[in-house]
């Protein structure tokens, strides 16, 4: 059985408190998919290929990673068309660490935003239902 990393959070006199980095995945995941302008959540093609292994993917489209310097966090995600990504980038970034300050006390090193994709289905629909009516 591998030896999973956890995050040591508090140590004291009642026991210590550890975070394990999946939970901080879906906690970040969650937190992107609030901001407006996100589609949706997509992993990376490694994370992909693990899934249809059978390895569940707790955190579609978020990678934890943990360094002696700190947290790393990865986002992969699909924008709707049409809004600012620099501007949605930076929301998601806001709203993770955040979301992440106020439920863990985690302080973190970077939060990379991977835009991989642009949503447009959901206009070319609109359109067709306006052109129909």
Known sequence: MEDKQLLN???DQLGKV???PEVIE?????AANEVSGVANMRGNLASN????FGKKKHGKGVRVDL???????DVFTVLDYGVSIPTVAQKIQDSIRSTLKNMTALEILEIN???VGVQIEDKQEDLEKDHKA
Do not use: L
């Open 18 to 20: 550890e975070i394990a």
């Open 67 to 73: 360094s002696e310097n700190g947290i790393v966090i």
């Open 26 to 30: 879906v906690i970040a995941g969650i």
């Open 9 to 11: 959070v508090s140590d």
């Open 49 to 52: 290929v693990t899934e249809r």
């Open 113 to 115: 935003v991977h835009v």
